[in-house]
């Protein structure tokens, strides 16, 4: 069993920076892959960046501004936003799965509850 939470969110202006945590338990965290996923109102939830043991994902829409990390000591995996639009106002997930990265919300199978960032123009 896997419990994450997320932190880090807020308010911004376009082209800052912000740095969400999802801080995980679990002492077998360091062989879950995890996701990054958002959902902005009305709209369909969709993926951001994952990272696996070895290998990190990227959504077209953030490479080259996000980049994700972790930190296995701390049972934890970042998400450095940059250069942010006000297309990326959205809550953010972050969400666990044994091993391998996936693009897909539905192959993930814990989550947390999410951290509003709002991006204004």
């Known amino acids: 069993q896997v419990q994450l939470g997320e932190s880090g969110g807020g308010l911004v202006q376009a082209g800052g920076s912000l740095r969400l945590s999802c801080a995980a338990s679990g002492r077998t965290f360091s062989s879950y892959a995890v996701g990054w996923f958002r959902q902005a109102p009305g709209k369909e939830r969709e993926f951001v960046a994952a990272?696996?043991?070895?290998?990190?994902y990227y959504a077209d829409s953030v490479k080259g501004r996000f980049t994700i990390s972790r930190d296995n000591a701390k049972n934890t995996v970042y998400l450095q936003m940059n250069s942010l639009k006000p297309d990326d106002t959205a809550v953010y997930y972050c969400?666990?799965?044994?091993?391998?990265?996936?693009?897909?919300?539905?192959?993930?199978?814990?989550w947390g509850q999410g951290t509003q960032v709002t991006v204004s123009s």
């Open positions: 990272i696996s043991v070895s290998t990190t």
């Open positions: 969400a666990a799965r044994w091993y391998s990265g996936s693009y897909y919300d539905t192959q993930y199978h814990y």
